[in-house]
């Protein structure tokens, strides 16, 4: 999948609403919108999946929270 965009708007949209989380610093919110992303995308879907879990993750280190990065 490239260019960012899916077949999926649902998803699309809470992406882009988690890295707008991100950039205002608001992790926990970011956390929220990719793993609701990730339950709307297709599972085949595999590049944006591991996208949305690289960011959820990121998420999750800002807030100091590594044992989540693993699960």
Do not use: W
Request: charged share 15%.
């Amino acid at each position: 999948m490239s260019g960012g965009t899916s077949d999926s708007p649902a998803m699309d949209a809470l992406k882009t609403a988690g890295n707008d989380a991100v950039r205002q610093g608001n992790f926990a919110a970011a956390i929220d919108f990719y793993q609701r992303a990730i339950a709307a995308a297709d599972p085949s879907m595999g590049d944006e999946l591991a996208a949305l879990h690289s960011n959820c993750s990121f998420a999750h280190l800002k807030l100091n929270q590594p044992q989540e990065v693993v699960s």
